[in-house]
T-cell receptor, first 109, second 117 residues
């Protein structure tokens, strides 16, 4: 099956800093999503981005499908950005998402 | 529109018992899939249903089962509970389609936190 690796595993930021989270995957995909898991466990959908670039406020994401990686950018981080960020991919078959191990982000005031 | 609804939110069960979790997808979504999240194994795929048919199953023992109803609502059942079944169980809803659910974005519910004692 598809392997998904996220880096770094942990990230500590000062409020206002910018950061980049990376997701590498081992095979071609037709689905790639970034999620933020809140303290109560819910996975909040940030981006559906199997290819290209998208932006939503202070967050943006880029997927280079031919090179099998995706990046999530957080600009001007806020304490509310703290939590775990997951990258998940889906292949052409399988009807499922495979998740990376996540990046745990802590934004300090 | 309403999101994905999972019930109950929290559950405490004893080893050997069985449990049923429920998931109501977003209106119009026909694909429902289930995931288990534990600190040791991360997020793992359990199974996916589309139009009342299971299309894919993850690597879990037969004690884990599920079904989908004609209104797309889904239930998953775990029989003979073990301590290791303690986890957050997440349901995801997707438009789906005959060609597969992976071509569409997934929306997750708030999860059911199961504790087995």
């Amino acid at each position: 099956g598809i392997q998904v690796e996220q880096s770094p595993p942990d990230l500590i930021l000062q409020e206002g800093a910018n950061s980049t989270l990376r997701c590498n995957f081992s095979d071609s995909v037709n689905n790639l999503q970034w999620f933020h898991q809140n303290p109560w466990g819910q996975l909040i959908n940030l981006f559906y981005i199997p290819s290209g670039t998208k932006q939503n406020g202070r967050l943006s994401a880029t997927t280079v499908a031919t090179e099998r990686y995706s990046l999530l950018y957080i600009s001007s981080s806020q304490t509310t950005d703290s939590g775990v960020y997951f990258c998940a991919v889906g292949g052409a078959a399988g009807n499922k998402l495979t998740f990376g191990g996540g990046t745990r982000v802590l934004v300090k005031p | 529109k309403a999101g994905v609804t999972q019930t109950p939110r929290y559950l405490i069960k004893t080893r050997g018992q069985q449990v049923t979790l429920s998931c109501s997808p977003i209106s119009g979504h026909r694909s429902v899939s289930w995931y288990q999240q534990t600190p040791g194994q991360g997020l793992q795929f359990l199974f996916e249903y589309f139009s009342e048919t299971q299309r894919n199953k993850g690597n879990f023992p037969g004690r884990f089962s599920g079904r989908q109803f004609s209104n797309s609502r889904s239930e998953m059942n775990v029989s003979t509970l073990e301590l290791g079944d303690s986890a957050l169980y997440l349901c995801a809803s997707s438009l789906g389609g005959p060609q597969g659910a992976s071509n569409y974005g997934y929306t997750f519910g708030s999860g059911t936190r199961l504790t087995v004692v």
